[in-house]
């Protein structure tokens, strides 16, 4: 395939323009299919996440590691040992990062209790339990700490460069940290998974009883998701929220509204009501947006040109409709218009597609295609025609030598039976 690039720089708004007044201090609000930023305060700021890390357990789980939700866990009691924030503080930091904390987030797992791999997932993504974080950990390898040490790994390959997580759940360490940009990049990637989409969209789930403990009823407290809050947002299709009072309230969601999907990282908010305001706010200017259209083709005046080889003239090529880029004002960016012609070994009728238009955003990602139309015919020269004719029989000859041979030799004998006829 032959490439004729044609480059568009369109007016680029660094970060979006969408007018909206926040109160968090660092977020980051990104088109959950191209990536783009549209809406960001100190996005690469380093900050504690809280319990939104859960949602980067989850992810590398799903992506790395084999799932059986029907899989019985029997948990053991290192991912269950329990101490203070103090204890971890008078120790500068230096007790393991994933040990659990009295006050802390908790299903109150026990020792050799057992259960569903399911019933994990659903208490640490609905409940935000810590140890059933570190439990689900404990399964996937030898040590929480090494199973740390695969999760960052995943996460830069992500693209996460400004993250590093010590424990499976978010409770504090001065080591675990990440940015509201690296935050929408992993609820990006997680959003697109329809099991975990499922676990960050369920308000209530009922774990059944086990061997030490009788049935426990999880719910989700989070108002963007219980149609009774005066937050409640139908357009949220997935969320994870955490807190510590070193990391203030965070969030990371996902909402889709009228094709457009979006993902939203606030973090460091002092309140739940700055928190939950601050999301209306942004889910609001997002969506009502309105998208614009910009004229890279017109249909009337846009001819192409192209030469084949064995064509007996030069094509003339066309658009039967304009070519329109539809785009929303905070993501206008550099585009990338390229003119794909196709190859064509054969004669070419006008209204035939000979060439696509592709449009693509600055990371590479293709955002349209339009079709090119013949004009007008183009033949086979007929040296062309002699030569392909010349270069068959030879490729014949070359592949099939004895039935080449045979071909001959009847061609040999119908012309002397035909002479023979002529002499008599």
Known sequence: MRLKHFIFL?????????????????????NAETGNVIYQKNMHQKIYPGSVTKVATALYLIEECEIDEEYVVTCMKEPLVVTTEQKKVESNFTLPGHILENDGVTIYLKNQERLKLKDLFYAMMIKSANDASNVIAS??????????????????????????????????????????YDLAIIMKKASSHPYLKKLMSTTDYLIPKTNLSSAREIKTFNKLMRKESRYYTPSVTGVKTGYHHRARYNIALAAEKDGRAIIVAINKSQSSKTLYDDCRKLLDAVFDEKPKERLLFNAKESKFHHEYEWGNQKLTASLKENCLLSYYPSEEEPVDVKLHWIEKDSPIKAGDVVATIDIYNQAGAPLMQQAVYAENSVGVRFGKKVAFV??????????????????????????????RKKIV
């Open 390 to 419: 010349v270069n068959t029989i030879i490729r014949f000859t070359a592949s099939y030598p004895l039935s080449s041979i045979a071909f001959i030799l009847l061609i040999g004998l119908f012309i002397r039976s035909r002479r």
């Open 139 to 180: 399964v996937y390898d030898k040590t929480i700490p090494d199973f740390m040490f695969k999760v960052n790994k995943f996460l830069r390959q992500l693209g996460c460069r400004d993250t590093h997580f010590v424990n499976p759940h978010g409770l504090h360490h001065p080591d675990h940290v990440t940015t509201p």
């Open 10 to 30: 369109f007016p680029f708004f660094l970060f979006g323009n969408i007018s909206v007044i926040t109160n968090s201090t660092n977020l980051c609000v990104m």
